[in-house]
């Protein structure tokens, strides 16, 4: 486990119902000393609930993880358990059971399998940015293995799209400057301009749409090619939502005596760290957003509320935190109605899948790829250039 997830586990908020269940399932074969014998059984049979409940067939999986969201294909998973136990040997363990974050990788595993069976059903592998793509709060650097693994993609007619909270309205200068790694390596490699428009970048979640050119930077997406009524509606309710978010977020900066300051921006409103501080707490962070969260909540269930019902997204980005107007589910359905992709056509890879992260939202959306940070990414995007390398282009 990487030390940046080391408390992953420990909070509720930090917890995924599926994998705990996971890991319940696994434990009594574990203690027993037969999850080499059990393992691949127990799989096989998740597996078959998985595929019920997707179907419609069952609701048995609904009744042990209420929280479980929507499946878009079936899940390999006898498959990933069998290769992931090859390799870490999971099985010929005595004393460490399997952990949250193996159990993460055979999820991960087990959806790339399902997605690249056939290869030509992926059309478009969409990334967060920070801590996904790149550093908190650092730029795609040109030497990463990202590029060449991500040029296969758009070579082979994949869209590949950034969707991140990062909302640079009208500045796709910004975007460059982020990506820019990735730009100058498509440049070097010669892209053509049909292959440099498969690249794409959505900011504020979902609020700002933009594509590659022929010339290695961004132009914004006129609104009206790809906005829906949707979003139009949550830039209209946006101010009163904010101003809640706001007034929040600054009376919770006071009372937990958190060094930071809050920003308000057209459709977002963040609670920033002060140039004088060292860090902000994982903790008080992760109080900021659930109570933003109830607050905005109750406030538009309240009776005759002046504050509309407009999808927000408030998360805690790690050395931040943030209230956006609009969120990635939007965000994702958007991008695959412009682009005409189905959602199981789709994977959204992203580092923040708790109750308190950005990229949960997108469960609803696609199929979704667990990652904890730059590095995992790479290894996922190579698992999925291969699959689709040899495909032949349509
Ligand atoms: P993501 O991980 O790519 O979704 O980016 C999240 C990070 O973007 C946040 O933690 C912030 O540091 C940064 N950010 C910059 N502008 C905004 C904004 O308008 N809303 C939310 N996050 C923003
Ligand atoms: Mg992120």
New binding site residues.
């Given amino acids: 486990m990487a030390s940046s997830e080391a408390g992953f586990a420990i909070a509720s908020q930090q917890r995924d119902a599926l994998i705990e269940f996971v890991k319940m399932m696994l434990a009594p074969a574990f203690a027993l000393e037969v999850l080499d014998e059990r393992a691949a059984i127990l799989f096989e049979r998740l597996e078959a609930i998985i595929e019920e409940y997707r179907l419609g067939q069952n609701t048995k999986l609904k009744k042990l993880v209420p929280t479980i969201g929507t499946f878009y294909t079936p899940l390999q998973l006898v498959h990933a358990w069998k290769d992931y136990d090859a390799y870490v040997r999971i099985s010929k363990r005595g004393l460490v059971a399997p952990s949250f974050s193996e159990i993460r990788h055979i999820l991960n595993l087990a959806q790339i399998y399902a997605s690249t069976e056939d290869p030509n059903n992926l059309r478009l592998v969409t990334f ?5 793509l790149y550093e908190d ?1 650092g730029n795609f650097l040109p030497d990463s293995k990202l590029v060449d693994r991500l040029i296969i993609l758009m070579r082979k007619k994949l869209y590949v799209a950034v969707v ?4 640079y309205k009208g500045n796709p200068t910004r975007y460059e400057e982020r990506l820019g790694g990735l730009l100058r390596g498509m440049r070097k490699r010669e892209l053509t301009e049909e292959e440099c428009n498969r690249l794409l970048v959505l900011g ?1 979640e979902s609020n700002f749409l933009f594509q590659c050119n022929g010339d290695f930077t961004f132009e914004e997406v006129a609104p009206e090619r790809w906005l829906t009524p949707a979003q139009t509606w949550c830039e209209t309710g946006a101010t009163p939502v904010l101003d809640v978010a706001e007034e929040t977020l600054l009376k919770l900066k006071e009372e937990l005596n958190i060094p930071a300051r809050v920003i308000r ?1 057209e459709l ?1 409103v ?1 609670l920033v760290k002060r140039p004088d501080a060292k860090r902000l707490e994982r903790e008080q962070l992760d109080e900021v957003v659930l109570t933003v969260q109830n607050t905005l909540n109750d406030v538009m269930a309240a009776p005759n509320s002046d504050v509309p019902m407009v999808p927000f997204c408030a998360f805690n ?4 935190a ?1 209230v ?1 107007v609009g969120n990635k589910y939007i965000g994702l359905r958007t991008l695959q109605d412009f682009l005409g992709i189905e959602p199981k056509q789709c994977i959204h890879v992203g ?2 899948f708790t109750a308190v992260g ?1 990229d949960i939202s997108t469960r609803d959306a696609c199929p979704t790829l667990w990652i904890s940070g730059p590095e995992e990414t790479g290894r996922v995007v190579k698992m999925i250039s291969r699959a689709v390398r040899d495909m032949p282009t349509l």
């Fill in positions: 967060d940015g920070d801590k996904t709060g991140t909270a990062a909302g504020g921006k977002a963040g980005g790690g050395q931040d943030w956006d580092d923040q950005n």
